[in-house]
């Protein structure tokens, strides 16, 4: 069954530090999400892309978070310089097609511990 | 504030009990989704309810969407062990997703 891919599973780091995660859609699916879900709490959209556009980054905190999918396909989002509050899982997801009208399929998450 | 209020946050109950979860919003949305999500693990999607009033049932468990697709439950009959985990809902409005903070749920043995 396809699934989608996130890497690291857990990252611990100091704050200061870059950090970086990646996602590979499922095959085939245009629209990639990353969410940021903190400890009990729903997940909150940072970035939404169709195919190597960003659709909407609205709330992602441009001064130390990036996000890219150069070729439409994998997608890598960074955080530089890590503060504690970034503490959360990131969430990666991706939907065929492009809105969300359908099944959003979610990776296992890189869980995310800056100390 | 959230958008989607979710309650209880927490619930741990007993197996065999029956219970209820809310999703509540003064916004109206075109559509409505349940996800579980386990420990460590990204979210499944359960259900998505679009006509207002729509109820729909998935073994055990029983999705209803309000008349005016503001709010939404989620009840579940003679729970199990199994059902433990983060029960979300989300609703999509002007092409988002938004989630509600989430209910854990706790099924005891």
């Known amino acids: 069954e396809a699934e989608v891919a996130q890497s690291p599973r857990y990252k611990i780091t100091e704050k200061s530090q870059a950090v970086a995660f990646w996602c590979d859609p499922i095959?085939?699916?245009?629209?990639l999400y990353w969410y940021r879900q903190i400890l009990g709490q729903g997940p909150e959209l940072l970035v939404q892309?169709?195919?190597?556009?960003?659709?909407?980054d609205s709330q992602l905190p441009k001064d130390r978070f990036s996000a890219e999918r150069l070729k439409g396909v994998d997608s890598t989002l960074k955080i530089q310089p890590a503060e504690l509050g970034d503490s959360a899982m990131y969430l990666c997801?991706?939907?065929?097609?492009?809105?969300?009208?359908?099944?959003?399929?979610f990776g296992e998450g890189s869980r995310l511990t800056v100390l | 504030t959230q958008l989607l209020e979710q309650s209880p946050q927490f619930l741990s109950i007993q197996e065999g009990e029956n219970l209820t979860v809310y999703c509540n919003s003064s916004?109206?949305?075109?559509?409505l989704q349940w996800y579980r999500q386990e420990p460590g693990e990204g979210p499944v999607l359960l259900v998505t309810?679009?006509?207002?009033?729509e109820v729909k049932k998935l073994k055990r468990l029983t999705f209803q969407f309000g008349d005016a697709r503001k709010d939404s439950s989620l009840h579940i009959t003679a729970a199990q062990p199994g059902d433990t985990g983060l029960y979300l809902c989300?609703?999509?409005?002007?092409?988002?997703?938004?989630f509600g903070q989430g209910t854990e749920l706790s099924v005891k043995p």
């Open positions: 095959s085939g699916h245009a629209t």
């Open positions: 997801a991706s939907t065929a097609g492009t809105g969300i009208a359908g099944e959003l399929f």
């Open positions: 309810v679009v006509t207002g009033g």
């Open positions: 892309f169709q195919d190597e556009s960003v659709v909407d």
């Open positions: 916004s109206v949305f075109s559509s």
């Open positions: 989300a609703g999509i409005k002007g092409g988002k997703l938004i």
